[in-house]
């Protein structure tokens, strides 16, 4: 890839896409490409000087990837195989690699960390690399959400250290071997893809036996997985001693998380967290362990860990007043609905929950519609949207209704997207969540603009 000078992208929108853009523009490449849809990253892209269109037309190829030579093509499985542009390239006989297998590349040249896990693994990754950097060891990271303390998805440091997230779909992180591998949680889903936990369970075990002989794997103490004796394993966990990694004297004061970090090495005291939610203490306890384990001095830890931010949409508060919040997440899984909704009810306990969730994909509603209402049965009152189809086609009998039919709550709405903000309009807000993994973004702002005015009427 080094002697390639063009490379063009098939959905450089994708949050993993555009990372790998912005790391190719900043290497001197000339890079462009093609997306359905015009974002806010997509003008950020634009912003830099890559040529991006949004229409799926060869003539709006820039003249610029005509050299099959001097090109590369990446594309992401969500393209389909009928796309226009990706016929082209392929009949044309250009080199076309995906996503993942560029990422590989990249992350194979040098001493990789692989953040693995069915959740949780955009936290984990966002904040190592924000601790590695802050703390002196640096790194280079390709991250699946936008760091709030780099306000982007690519962190370029100038250490040997590439943090990467290990992504179980399409079996994308086996093109990963890893210096150092973590692996959050391991649940049922992309059950497209897998044939069922079986197969996940071997696919994270095969996974495991790419990791470098004699570095490190770190597993959470829920993730039963197998680790050879050639490899050293270290577990981490929210407050169970019997890890290698957890917190003890966990409490909240002004809002924030205060606690000690037990480690095989000894005890770090007086830590804090200013991210809400549980969950988050269990993910930092996870980063702090792999910059630990990367020779991170836990002075430096103690002191940059109050200033870590996280990820947009990862518990993202976006408004807050004395009678109103405001959160938005990306959470699109069963396990992940139940995780943000239980945080909220330990912050803001006695307070009215209301839930806006667009699930995502066709395949994880049917395969989960059982979980995903019972998760959201755990708010107070829920407006649920349209499926986001994202990469696939509509699945015979497969809406949103198999999952709203067995939300037990009384207050419960179908909505549409266009009717949103009016039904929202409608309610009396002391808690609200905006969760899944869509388009359900493009509303935050609005929201966020209108409910100052609501929370005073």
Do not use: W
Not at 197 to 206: E, H, L
């Amino acid at each position: 890839m080094n002697k390639i000078n063009n490379v063009y992208f098939l959905g450089i929108g994708g949050i993993g896409m555009s990372a790998l853009a912005r790391y190719f523009h900043i290497q001197g490449k000339t890079v462009g490409g093609y997306d359905l849809t015009a974002t806010k990253l997509t003008s950020e892209l634009t912003d830099m000087g890559m040529k991006i269109h949004f229409v799926d037309d060869i003539d709006c190829i820039p003249g610029t990837f005509s050299e099959i030579e001097d090109t590369l093509v990446v594309y992401t499985p969500a393209i389909p195989e009928e796309n226009l542009e990706y016929q082209h390239f392929r009949q044309s006989g250009f080199r076309m690699m995906k996503r993942a297998q560029v990422l590989g590349t990249i992350f194979n040249q040098n001493k990789g960390v692989a953040i693995a896990g069915t959740h949780g693994k955009t936290s984990v990754s966002t904040f190592t690399a924000f601790l590695l950097e802050a703390s002196g060891v640096g790194c280079t990271a390709f991250l699946g959400g936008i760091s709030k303390n780099f306000k982007s998805n690519l962190v370029l440091g100038a250490s040997d250290y590439i943090i990467a997230e290990a992504d179980e779909f399409d079996r994308s992180f086996l093109q990963l071997f890893p210096h150092l591998l973590l692996v959050t949680t391991v649940d049922a889903d992309h059950l497209d893809i897998y044939s069922g936990m079986d197969d996940i369970i071997s696919t994270f075990n095969k996974l495991i036996t790419q990791v470098d002989k004699g570095a490190t794997v770190i597993l959470h103490n829920d993730v039963n997985l197998v680790v050879p004796e050639t490899l050293h394993k270290r577990t981490y966990s929210l407050e169970n001693p019997d890890t290698d990694y957890y917190a003890s004297e966990l409490t909240i004061k002004d809002g924030a998380f205060h606690f000690s970090l037990n480690t095989p090495q000894g005890i770090i005291e007086d830590l804090q967290i200013g991210i809400p939610g549980r969950i988050n203490v269990e993910n930092a306890i996870g980063a702090m362990a792999v910059c630990l384990e990367l020779g991170a001095k836990t002075n430096s830890l103690k002191a940059i860990l109050p200033k870590m931010q996280g990820a947009v949409r990862r518990f993202d508060i976006k408004y807050k007043s004395s009678t109103c919040v405001y959160i938005d997440d990306y959470a699109h899984h069963p396990r992940e609905l139940d995780a943000v909704i239980s945080s909220v009810r330990e912050l803001y306990p006695g307070k009215k929950i209301t839930v806006v969730f667009q699930p995502h994909l066709y395949s994880r509603t049917k395969d989960f519609a059982d979980e995903f209402a019972a998760s959201l049965s755990k708010a107070d009152e829920l407006l649920l949207l349209d499926i986001y189809p994202a990469r696939e086609q509509p699945l015979p009998g497969v809406t949103s209704d198999i999952i709203f039919e067995k939300v037990t709550l009384h207050k419960k709405q179908r909505c549409s997207k266009v009717n949103l903000l009016s039904m929202l309009k409608e309610l009396n807000i002391e808690v609200l969540l905006t969760l899944g993994a869509g388009d359900i973004d493009q509303y935050v702002e609005l929201i966020k603009q209108f409910l100052p005015y609501h929370a005073e009427a």
